[in-house]
């Protein structure tokens, strides 16, 4: 099986907190669909299974979520994971650094937009290519020569990570076997 190197994780807290409802639904349609308790009405059953079935696919969606990375490595690429199926695969000769920047949280019902950190994915202008993809914009935004990603839906950012990421990619750009000067 496939298995990326992860690089900057999804927000597992508020997928977790988002997958409490969907869970709680899927609960309360096995409990009434005769499994969890003895359930004589036949309807109610009838019911409990349609709601149980129902809250499987959210819950699916977001235990899939839950498990994909926003940024992960594989064969020479950066792989991004901003939009639903397969992750963008950018060539790492593309990308320059990892940058600490901030924008809005693009939370639903909220007037007035909280801030939050991103990451910024600093990319080569003359990847003229690589300038602009589709991706779900609550998740971060792809234009220029920079990706960012809304640190809403990453793992907690700081400077710290960020270092992290920049030492991470010049260490998979050095030729296999280089030595460092000391």
């Given at each position: ?142 234009c220029g020569s920079y990706i960012t990603l809304r640190g809403t839906w990453c793992e907690p950012l700081d400077v710290a ?22």
């Amino acid at each position: 099986m496939f298995m990326p190197e992860v690089w900057l994780k999804s927000n597992r807290r508020a997928l977790a907190f988002g997958m409490a409802v969907p869970l709680a639904l899927l609960l309360v349609g096995l409990a009434l669909s005769g499994l969890i308790l003895p359930v004589e009405a036949t309807w109610l059953r009838a019911a409990g299974w349609c709601l149980a079935i129902a809250a499987l696919l959210p819950l699916g969606l977001l235990l899939r979520e839950l498990l994909r990375p926003r940024l992960a490595y594989a064969d020479g690429r950066l792989l991004v994971y901003l939009r639903p199926g397969a992750p963008y695969r950018v060539p790492l000769e593309v990308v320059e650094c990892f940058l600490l920047g901030q924008g809005p949280t693009m939370l639903p019902g909220r007037e007035r937009q909280a801030e939050t950190a991103n990451v910024i994915v600093r990319l080569a202008e003359r990847a003229e290519e690589w300038s602009f993809r589709e991706i779900k914009p609550v998740l971060g935004n792809w234009c220029g020569s920079y990706i960012t990603l809304r640190g809403t839906w990453c793992e907690p950012l700081d400077v710290a990570t960020v270092h992290r990421l920049n030492a991470r990619l010049d260490a998979v750009r050095k030729p296999r076997g280089a030595q460092v000067a000391t």
